[in-house]
């Protein structure tokens, strides 16, 4: 009898395929954002911390920005959402990093843990969630 390596997702080719569906669905998403400026259309979805309380969330004027990054504005972006400005690359690393891993079913060395990279995440954004809804300017009689 031979051995017979156990099955997993890169051997059947799901894992491949479901990360080629997400890169689709990215590039769909990116080419909608690039044509229609959310600033301009009215269908995309609202904040609904912002309706309801007026605050700014974390990712308020994250569409926005996106669509000001796609046509090369990063200045413009940044004063929309600068935490998602800083985030993007960030984030395309480890999507990066997590494709490779998944065509090549090698594990790349980590920097930090997965525990400690989602406790700076947390702390950052909700620390930027208060920052932006303190009134600096009229504090400062801008």
Not at 67 to 86: D, K, S, T
Not at 106 to 130: D, E
Request: positive net charge.
């Amino acid at each position: 009898m031979r051995d017979v390596p156990p099955v997993d997702a890169r051997s059947t080719g799901r894992g491949a395929a479901f990360v080629w569906a997400g890169v689709g669905l990215f590039a769909v998403a990116a080419a909608l954002l690039y044509i229609f400026n959310p600033a301009d259309h009215g269908f995309y979805p609202r904040c609904y911390l912002k309706v309801m309380t007026g605050l700014d969330c974390p990712g308020c004027g994250g569409l926005r920005a996106t669509h000001q990054l796609l046509h090369g504005h990063i200045a413009e972006a940044f004063a929309l959402n600068p935490l998602f400005v800083v985030a993007v690359p960030i984030g395309g690393l480890v999507a990066l990093l997590m494709l490779a891993e998944s065509l090549t079913g090698r594990k790349w060395p980590r920097i930090i843990s997965m525990t400690a990279t989602i406790w700076i995440c947390a702390t950052v954004t909700v620390a930027f969630a208060v920052l932006r809804n303190i009134p600096w300017r009229a504090w400062l009689g801008l």
